[in-house]
């Protein structure tokens, strides 16, 4: 029979290693929490802080290991400035994906080249587009009688003409339908249809998740309506909705019907509205998500995960509705006449 000290000793080195290990395992669903962020980079509205408010959007996304921006803002200085007083380090993105060619949704995008050139850039596939297009050659009609040098290439054309981008140097890859970039990460092109941006095509970000799609959305012009019935076709339930909802000159019926259509149709769980949704959308969809309405203001972090959550930047404590400040900033902004087109 062994004594009691060689028994203590025994039992406390056999507890020792499972201790170890327990504080250091963790399950995939707790590293997939501490990993589910959405960071609000650039925006018209926040708290105070001292990161630079201005008309445009991006937010960098944070999910299983993967660090991807989603738009790049209006001016490049600007997108370095909140960049690093978030303490985001731009260089190190996995990918970055633009949604659509309004200046203030790619014009930061040489900042992001200049830390990161060879970083993996997404981008609608357009006719001539900003980002590059390709097409083959038979799309013109020849005619083989006119001599050699009244020829387009001497009558002897490539088979696919490539045209370049305002970045010549970048890796874009452009995306026409929507399109499983990484296991459960999605991007789902649309076009729009609407009078003043006709024919726009745009990206949107959806993330298929445990707790249902993450979308998360630039200017919405295709319709917010349209996206989340494409982000349905992944998963029927919509968890969260960050973004632009293009709503910001709408009228009140306009709002209201998008307001039931989100709620009450689609079933939306939570919305985290910015940028272009507008001040009366703002408040319309905090009346009808109440607590699921969550903040995303400038430099607020959106923790992901069955009951997201909003952090705004300056407290770091959950924030809540517009105040003052973010309202009288959104409205200058906006008054500066940026991108009205884009609107």
Same mark, same amino acid.
Request: aromatic share 8%; net charge negative.
């Given at each position: 029979?062994?004594?009691?000290?060689?028994?203590?000793?025994?039992?406390?080195?056999?507890?020792?290693? $499972?201790? /170890?290990?327990?504080?250091?395992?963790?399950?995939?669903?707790?590293?997939?929490?501490?990993?589910?962020?959405?960071?609000?980079?650039?925006?018209?509205? #926040?708290?105070?802080?001292?990161?630079?408010k201005?008309?445009?959007?991006?937010?960098?996304?944070?999910?299983?290991?993967?660090?991807?921006?989603?738009?790049?803002?209006? @001016?490049?200085?600007?997108?370095?400035k @909140?960049?690093?007083?978030?303490?985001?380090?731009?260089?190190?993105?996995?990918?970055?994906?633009?949604? &659509?060619?309004?200046?203030?949704?790619?014009?930061?995008?040489?900042?992001?080249?200049?830390?990161?050139?060879?970083?993996?850039?997404?981008?609608?596939?357009?006719?001539?587009?900003?980002?590059?297009?390709?097409?083959?050659?038979?799309?013109? /009609?020849?005619?083989?009688?006119?001599?050699p040098?009244?020829?387009?290439?001497?009558?002897?054309?490539?088979?696919?003409?490539?045209? #370049?981008?305002?970045?010549p140097?970048?890796?874009?890859?452009? $995306?026409?339908?929507t399109?499983? $970039?990484?296991?459960?990460?999605?991007?789902?092109?649309?076009?729009?249809?609407?009078?003043?941006?006709?024919?726009?095509?745009?990206?949107?970000?959806?993330?298929?998740?445990?707790?249902?799609?993450?979308?998360?959305?630039?200017?919405? &012009?295709?319709?917010?309506?349209?996206?989340?019935?494409?982000?349905?076709?992944?998963?029927?339930?919509?968890?969260?909705?960050?973004?632009?909802?293009?709503?910001?000159?709408?009228?009140?019926?306009?709002?209201?019907?998008?307001?039931?259509?989100? &709620?009450?149709?689609?079933?939306?769980?939570?919305?985290?509205?910015?940028?272009?949704?507008?001040?009366?959308?703002?408040?319309?969809?905090r009346?009808?998500?109440?607590?699921?309405?969550?903040?995303?203001?400038?430099?607020?972090?959106?923790?992901?995960?069955?009951?997201? /959550?909003?952090?705004?930047?300056?407290?770091?404590?959950?924030?809540?509705?517009m105040?003052?400040?973010d309202?009288?900033?959104? /409205?200058?902004?906006?008054?500066?006449? &940026?991108?009205?087109?884009?609107?």
């Open positions: 029979m062994k004594s009691k000290p060689v028994l203590c000793l025994v039992a406390a080195l056999t507890l020792m290693p $499972i201790g /170890r290990v327990a504080t250091k395992v963790q399950s995939p669903a707790q590293t997939t929490t501490e990993q589910a962020h959405i960071t609000i980079l650039y925006d018209a509205f #926040g708290k105070p802080s001292t990161m630079q201005d008309w445009g959007f991006a937010a960098l996304i944070e999910y299983r290991g993967k660090r991807i921006l989603f738009d790049t803002g209006d @001016n490049p200085d600007t997108l370095a @909140n960049a690093n007083a978030k303490g985001v380090n731009l260089s190190k993105l996995d990918l970055v994906v633009m949604s &659509h060619r309004h200046g203030d949704h790619m014009g930061g995008l040489d900042y992001v080249l200049s830390v990161n050139p060879k970083v993996k850039i997404y981008a609608p596939k357009e006719n001539f587009g900003v980002y590059g297009f390709s097409l083959p050659s038979s799309f013109y /009609r020849k005619d083989e009688s006119l001599p040098e009244q020829r387009y290439y001497d009558g002897t054309p490539p088979e696919v003409m490539k045209f #370049g981008s305002a970045w140097r970048a890796n874009f890859e452009l $995306i026409e339908k399109t499983e $970039i990484a296991p459960g990460i999605y991007l789902i092109a649309l076009v729009s249809d609407k009078p003043t941006t006709l024919e726009l095509r745009e990206l949107s970000l959806a993330i298929d998740t445990p707790d249902g799609i993450v979308l998360v959305v630039g200017c919405s &012009h295709p319709g917010i309506d349209k996206i989340v019935e494409a982000a349905s076709s992944i998963n029927k339930r919509i968890h969260i909705i960050a973004g632009g909802f293009h709503l910001v000159v709408a009228k009140n019926p306009e709002i209201e019907k998008i307001v039931i259509d989100l &709620h009450d149709t689609w079933k939306v769980e939570y919305v985290a509205p910015g940028h272009c949704t507008g001040e009366p959308t703002f408040a319309a969809l009346k009808a998500f109440s607590q699921n309405y969550l903040y995303a203001g400038l430099g607020t972090t959106i923790e992901l995960g069955p009951t997201p /959550r909003s952090i705004a930047d300056a407290s770091q404590t959950t924030a809540g509705a105040d003052g400040d309202l009288r900033g959104y /409205r200058k902004l906006l008054s500066n006449g &940026h991108d009205h087109p884009g609107l």
